[in-house]
DNA sequence: GGATGTACGTA
DNA sequence: CGTACGTACATCCG
C-alpha cells in the first residue's frame, strides 16, 4: 500500500501542545469580557485547523493528562518535580478545550496512571499495525521513540505551536545521531530537566551518542562500563542507576487500555450549532469561521449521525418520515395522536417570510405537517386541538402563542418547553436554538440552513421532524432537572407563558404627542450644552467620542488621570465628577448636563419609534434571559426607564393608560430583597426591624449609631441603606468607600458595627458561598437553581465574581419567583372575576395595570391580596399601591 | 455590517 | 474591588 493510499491517523498530545500554546501566545491578548483566559485554547485550535488542513488525517484523537501523578510518580515521586505551580491562567483553560473538541465533534481520551503520551504511543502502535500512516503531535521529547517508518513525529519548535518540525526516522537520524528507537537511551545518559531526571554528570548529547553508536545499546554499554576510562567513567559506573531509573521512566507504555482503537477514530461530521455556542463564548470569531469554513469544505456538516457513544447507549431512534396532513385526515390523526387529548404532543410553528406557513405536530414516532392556508381547508380540528388542554410540548412556547394570536387561534396546555427547561438547567446560557440543545442533550446534529449562504444548499429539518426532536428533548432534559427546578417549570414558569404573551400583546399605551414635545425641548437643550461647552474649550469636538474626549481632557488640559480602561482612561460620570473636585473646569459640567438630556434623548426616540400603530408600545419579555430566574424585556426595554431625575420621570409620565380604561395603577414590593435576607437568614434584628414597620434604614441606623430612630440622621440613614443594600451585591468595604466618597477604614468600621448587630446576616451570606461550593450550585426558596461552577476556578477574579454571584443569586431570584408567583395569582383572579382590567408591565418588583372604568377597588383588593400572599415569610412582604394618570404620577 | 468597548438607564 | 439586565454610540475590522 503506498503511503498515499493508507489512512491517516493523527494523534496529539493535548496538555503538551496547549501548555506550549499558552507560552507562545501573549496571556492578556486572550482575555474573554469575564475574564477567562483563552490563549492556550486559541494556540491550540489554531495550530490544529493547520493541522487537519494541510496533513488531512482521516483519523484523529487528543489524548490529555488526568493529573500530574501516574505510575511513574508512584516509581519515582520527584518525577518531573521540579516543575511549578501550574499557572492558574492556564488550568482553567483545559477544560474549556476539551469542550471545544467535543463540538467539533473530535475525540478526546486520558487514562487515570497515564500520561497523555502513553496513549499516543498504544494509539501510534495499534495504528501502525493497522496499516494507518501514523501522525504524532507533541511537545514532549520522549515521543522521539516512537518515529519509525510508519510513524512521524510533529514537534513545536521555539517559537511556538504554529510552526512544527517534522522528525521521521532521517530526520531524527540526522539530528540526534541516532535510531529513533534509540533516543530514549540518549536521554536516560543525559537526563532530562523537565522532567526532573538527572543523568550521569558529565554526560551531554555527545558523549552519550559516541556511547550507544560504539555500544549499540545502553544495555550494553552498562555491561561494558568498565571500559569507559577517565571522569565520565567513573560517573558512569558510580551514577548507572540513574540512567537505568531514567531509561525506565521514559519508556512509553505501548499497550494502555484504551475504550477506543484507531478505527474508531474516523473524523466525524461537526456540530455547527454547537461549535457556535462553544466559540461564541471563548469570543474566538475568526477561528468560529475557520473552522465552519474548513468543516464546510470537507463536507463534514452534513446531517450525518454524530459519532457513536463509547459505551453503547441505546440506539438513536428513526426519524418518522414526515407527513402533509388537512382536513378530516388530520383531524382522525390528531385524536388518535393525542389519545383523545391526554398524550402530549410535540408542536413547531413554521415561520416564512408573510407570518405563520405550517404546523409541525409529532409524537414519539410520527411526524405530521400540517400547511397553513388560513381560510381554505378546514382547520376546525386543529384549531380545537391548539385551543384545548391538551398537552403540547414546544420550543419557545410564547413566541408561537403570540403568532398564534395574530392569526386568531387560541392556544392552551402548554406543557413543557424545552428553551425554558433547558434554561432552568443552565440558567447562564441561551437556549433560544434548538439545534444546540438537540446536541447537548441528545448528542444528535440537527441540520441547520447555513446563515452564511444567502441562498441555503442545506435546507433546515421540516417543523414536523423538529417538533418530534422537540418531543425527544422533553424527556431527555426533564431527567437531567431536579426535583426543585422541575416544581419551578410545571407551578411558575410555563403558567407564566400565556400571562407574559398577553402582556405583551396587549402593550402600554403612550402619548406620543408628549414624547415628540419631550424630545424637541432635549434636542434643543443638548444643542445648547454641546454649544456652551464648544465655547469653553474653542472648539469642536465629538462629545459622544470617549477617545475624543481622553485627547481633550488628559492630554490638551492635563487634567489628573482617572480609572484606567481597556482604551485609555474613563470619562465616565464618577470619574468626571471626581475631576471636577481635583481639576474644577466648566467643560466638565456642561458635559455631563449634555450626556444628561443626550441619554434621555435617545430614551424618547427609541421610545417613539417603537410606538405600535395601535398607539401602545408591545415590549417583548425574554423568559429565560437572565440567570437568577427574573424575566428582561426588549425591542424596547421597559424595564429601564428613567425616574431618578426630575426629567427622567417626565418620559415617565407619558406611558398612560388606553382608551375604555380610567388609570393606570402600580403596585411594587417594598425592600423585597432585604425582606428575603431577613427570611433566608433569620437574623432577629432584621425581622424585628421589619415586623416593627418602622423605616427599615432608620431602624438599622438607630441599631448601629446607638442612637433613636429620630436621631438617626439623612448621612447615617445614607450610610446605612448603601451598607445594606451593598451587602446582597458582595459589596467589599473599598466599594463601599467608593461609593459612599469616605475613607476605606470607615467603610471598615461601618460594616463592622453593622455586623455586630446584624451578624446572622454576614453568616448567612457567608455560608451560601460555601454551601455553593460544595453543592455546586445556589438554591432559590422554591427551589430555582444556578451552577456557578467558577466557585473552584484557579482564576482569581473568575472565582471573585463567581462567590459574588452566589452570595446575590438566592436573594434575588427568590424576589423573581415570588413576583412571578403573584402574577399567577392575579392573572388568574383577573380571568375568574371576569375583570377587564389588565397587567401590563412588570419592573422586576413592580407590577403596572391598566384599570378598567369600575374596577379599581376590586383590582386594588386583589393585587394587593396575591401579591402580599406570594411567599410565606418570617417577615411580612409589603406592598405600596398607587393609581393616577399616568406611570408616574400612579407611583406617588 | 458585525463585533467590541464604554457609558448609562432600571431593579 | 457590588448583583442582574438592554441599548446606543463610537470605533475597529474586513
Do not use: C
Amino acid at each position: 500500500m503506498s503511503d498515499s493510499a493508507k489512512p491517516t491517523l493523527l494523534l496529539v498530545d493535548g496538555h503538551s501542545l496547549a501548555f506550549r500554546a499558552f507560552y507562545a501566545l501573549p496571556v492578556d491578548s486572550f482575555v474573554t469580557r469575564d475574564g477567562q483566559h483563552t490563549n492556550a485554547i486559541h494556540g491550540f485550535l489554531s495550530m490544529l485547523l493547520l493541522l487537519l488542513q494541510k496533513e488531512r488525517p482521516t483519523h484523529l484523537a487528543v489524548a490529555f493528562d488526568i493529573s500530574r501523578y501516574s505510575f511513574r510518580t508512584r516509581e519515582y515521586a520527584d518525577y518531573k518535580g521540579t516543575r511549578g505551580e501550574t499557572p492558574p491562567e492556564f488550568m482553567g483553560q483545559v477544560p474549556l478545550l476539551e469542550e471545544a473538541l467535543a463540538a467539533m465533534n473530535i475525540r478526546t481520551l486520558s487514562k487515570e496512571d497515564y500520561e497523555a503520551d502513553d496513549i499516543l504511543a498504544t494509539l501510534a502502535t495499534r495504528g501502525k499495525d493497522a496499516g494507518y500512516n501514523v501522525l504524532v503531535v507533541s511537545g514532549d521529547r520522549d515521543t522521539i521513540q516512537l518515529v519509525d517508518d510508519d510513524i512521524t513525529l510533529l514537534y513545536p519548535n521555539a517559537r511556538g505551536v504554529s510552526e512544527l518540525k517534522r522528525y521521521d526516522r532521517d530526520a531524527v537520524v540526522e539530528r540526534y545521531g541516532v535510531e529513533p528507537h534509540q533516543y530514549p537511551e540518549i536521554a536516560a545518559l543525559v537526563g532530562e530537566t523537565s522532567d526532573n531526571l538527572p543523568g550521569i554528570d558529565k554526560v551531554g548529547e555527545k558523549t552519550a551518542v559516541k556511547w550507544i553508536n560504539q555500544y549499540g545499546s545502553l544495555e550494553n554499554l552498562l555491561a561494558s562500563a568498565d571500559e569507559i576510562k577517565g571522569v565520565v567513567g567513573q560517573n558512569l559506573r558510580d551514577q548507572r542507576d540513574r540512567a537505568e531509573r531514567n531509561r525506565r521512566l521514559n519508556r512509553l507504555v505501548r499497550d494502555v487500555e484504551l475504550p477506543l482503537g484507531p478505527d474508531d477514530l474516523a473524523r466525524a461530521p461537526i456540530n455547527p450549532a454547537a461549535v457556535r455556542a462553544v466559540f461564541d463564548r471563548l469570543q474566538f470569531r475568526t477561528l468560529l469561521e475557520r473552522v465552519l469554513k474548513l468543516a464546510s469544505e470537507e463536507g463534514v456538516t452534513d446531517a450525518v449521525a454524530p459519532i457513536a457513544p463509547v459505551d453503547d447507549a441505546p440506539g438513536i431512534p428513526p426519524t418518522p418520515v414526515v407527513r402533509t396532513m388537512v382536513d378530516e385526515e388530520l383531524a382522525l390523526w390528531l385524536d388518535r395522536a393525542s389519545a383523545g387529548g391526554t398524550t402530549p404532543l410535540g408542536l413547531q410553528l413554521e415561520f416564512g417570510p408573510s407570518g405563520l406557513a405550517g404546523f409541525g405536530i409529532a409524537t414519539q414516532d410520527d411526524s405530521v405537517y400540517v400547511p397553513w392556508a388560513p381560510g381554505r381547508p378546514d382547520y376546525a380540528a386543529l384549531e380545537r386541538w391548539l385551543a384545548s388542554a391538551s398537552p403540547k410540548a414546544m420550543h419557545a412556547s410564547k413566541r408561537q402563542y403570540k403568532a398564534l394570536d395574530a392569526v386568531g387561534l387560541a392556544l392552551n396546555g402548554i406543557m413543557y418547553d424545552t428553551m425554558i427547561a433547558a434554561w432552568l438547567l443552565r440558567p447562564s446560557f441561551k437556549h433560544d436554538d434548538l439545534a444546540t440543545l438537540v446536541y447537548d442533550h441528545l448528542g444528535e446534529t440537527l441540520p441547520e440552513g447555513d446563515p452564511n449562504q444567502l441562498l441555503p444548499e442545506q435546507e433546515g429539518v421540516s417543523p414536523a421532524t423538529e417538533a418530534w426532536y422537540i418531543l425527544r428533548l422533553v424527556d431527555a432534559i426533564a431527567d437531567r432537572l431536579d426535583d426543585g427546578s422541575t416544581r419551578v417549570a410545571r407551578e411558575i414558569e410555563l403558567p407564566l407563558v400565556p400571562v407574559l404573551g398577553r402582556m405583551e400583546l396587549t402593550g402600554v399605551s403612550v402619548d406620543r404627542d408628549g414624547l415628540r414635545a419631550l424630545g424637541s425641548s432635549l434636542s434643543a437643550s443638548a444643542a445648547d450644552h454641546a454649544s456652551s461647552a464648544f465655547d469653553v474649550i474653542g472648539r469642536e469636538i465629538n462629545l459622544g467620542s470617549p477617545k475624543q474626549l481622553q485627547q481633550l481632557l488628559f492630554e490638551e488640559l492635563g487634567m489628573p488621570k482617572t480609572r484606567a480602561t481597556k482604551t485609555g482612561y474613563s470619562t465616565d460620570a464618577a470619574s468626571l465628577a471626581d475631576l471636577q473636585e481635583k481639576a474644577p473646569h466648566p467643560f466638565l459640567g456642561l458635559l455631563l448636563q449634555h450626556r444628561d438630556v443626550t441619554k434621555l434623548n435617545q430614551i424618547v426616540e427609541t421610545l417613539e419609534k417603537s410606538i405600535a400603530d395601535d398607539g401602545r408600545i408591545h415590549t417583548t419579555y425574554d423568559q429565560t434571559g437572565t440567570s437568577t430566574g427574573r424575566i428582561s424585556s426588549n425591542d424596547p426595554n421597559l424595564q429601564n426607564i428613567p425616574v431618578k431625575t426630575e426629567v427622567g420621570r417626565r418620559i415617565r409620565s407619558a406611558f398612560t393608560y388606553g382608551e375604555g380604561f380610567e388609570s393606570l395603577l402600580t403596585a411594587d414590593y417594598s425592600q423585597i430583597e432585604m425582606r428575603i435576607m431577613a427570611h433566608l437568614s433569620g437574623d432577629p434584628g432584621l425581622i424585628e426591624a421589619f415586623n416593627e414597620g418602622e423605616d427599615l434604614h432608620r431602624f438599622v441606623g438607630a441599631r448601629i449609631f446607638g442612637v433613636s430612630p429620630e436621631d438617626v440622621t439623612p448621612t447615617m440613614r445614607t450610610k446605612v441603606k448603601a451598607m445594606s443594600y451593598g451587602l446582597a451585591y458582595g459589596l467589599s468595604a473599598f466599594g463601599l468607600s467608593k461609593q459612599l466618597r469616605i475613607e476605606t477604614a470607615e467603610a471598615k468600621q461601618l460594616m463592622t458595627d453593622y455586623f455586630v448587630r446584624f451578624g446572622a446576616v454576614r453568616d448567612y451570606l457567608r455560608n451560601v458561598v460555601e454551601q455553593a461550593r460544595v453543592d455546586g450550585y445556589t438554591e432559590t426558596i422554591f427551589g430555582r437553581r444556578r451552577p456557578f461552577p467558577d466557585l473552584h476556578s484557579p482564576n482569581r477574579v473568575l472565582r471573585e465574581n463567581a462567590e459574588r454571584a452566589a452570595l446575590n443569586s438566592p436573594i434575588q431570584g427568590s424576589a423573581a419567583d415570588i413576583m412571578k408567583i403573584a402574577m399567577l395569582g392575579i392573572d388568574s383572579d383577573l380571568n375568574e372575576q371576569q375583570l377587564s382590567s389588565r397587567m401590563l408591565l412588570q419592573v422586576h418588583d413592580e407590577l403596572i395595570f391598566e384599570v378598567a372604568p369600575g374596577e379599581l377597588e376590586t383590582l386594588t383588593e386583589i393585587v394587593r391580596t396575591r401579591m402580599g400572599s406570594a411567599a410565606q415569610l418570617s417577615v411580612p412582604l409589603d406592598v405600596q399601591v398607587g393609581t393616577g394618570t399616568d406611570w408616574d404620577a400612579a407611583a406617588h
